[in-house]
């Protein structure tokens, strides 16, 4: 958490969160996590972790650092085994390995705070590389629609460069574009503006917002609660391992209910 956080959060147009419908739901469930535990040796990483996120839902997932929100992002996207418990994408359950894994993960974009783009491949190439290797599309097809994400996100000119040739808030936004490439039902952002300079922040969270809507289902974690308050359906609080608050954007902020996040939001407002 920075100052910089809150001067982002300061920023960014503070939308009226209360006409948001009451825990969104415009679709069906999408993503169901059902009592999910993870260890890490002796380590409880997840406890009884209960979360359905609906199809065009945003929600944020927010906490203290160590309280397990990459770890409940990466098992959702199955780079993270669970110790019991299940989840569901779209009505099937994540196998734990094998071919009908890598479809199902194909379902689930994720984008993480370091950008992870190929670096021995030019921009464009990134983003048919999934497309063109994974899901079978012909190169001039694939070509052509990276090169509408490219436009979608703001980055076109830079479709023939070298990703150490772009800035951290474009090489970003092309990793939004790789992980859209793949035409996945819900996308997951692990802190994705944490690695980026201030002043790139807000060009990453705007092709976030416009995605959300656009009806794209996303779980993203995050300590830019001005996006939080612009783009969330709901706020997922997380603390030690365990979902302790869920609520609407609004309610979150103006009334936490535990003490854990009115901890958490007043470190927030003064650091
Ligand atoms: N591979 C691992 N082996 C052992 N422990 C791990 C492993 N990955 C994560 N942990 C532990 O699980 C806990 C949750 O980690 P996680 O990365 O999910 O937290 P986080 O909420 O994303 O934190 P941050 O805000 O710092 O990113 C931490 O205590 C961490 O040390
Ligand atoms: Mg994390």
Redesign the pocket.
Known sequence: MTSNDAAAARDLPQFETTSNPILAAPGEPLVIVENVEKH??D?H?LKNINLTVNKGEVVVVI??????????CRTINRLETITSGEIRIDGKELPSEGKTLAALRADVGMVFQSFNLFAHMSVLRNITLGPTKVRGRAKAEAEAEARALLDRVGVLEQADKMPAQLSGGQQQRVAIARALAMKPKVMLF??PTSALDPEMINEVLDVMVKLASEGMTMIV?THEMGFARRAADRVVF?AD?EIVEEATPHEFFTNPKSDRAKDFLSKLLTN
């Open positions: 890490y040796g380590f990483a906490g203290p650092s160590g309280s397990g929100k990459s770890t409940l692990d802190e974690v997380m391992g």
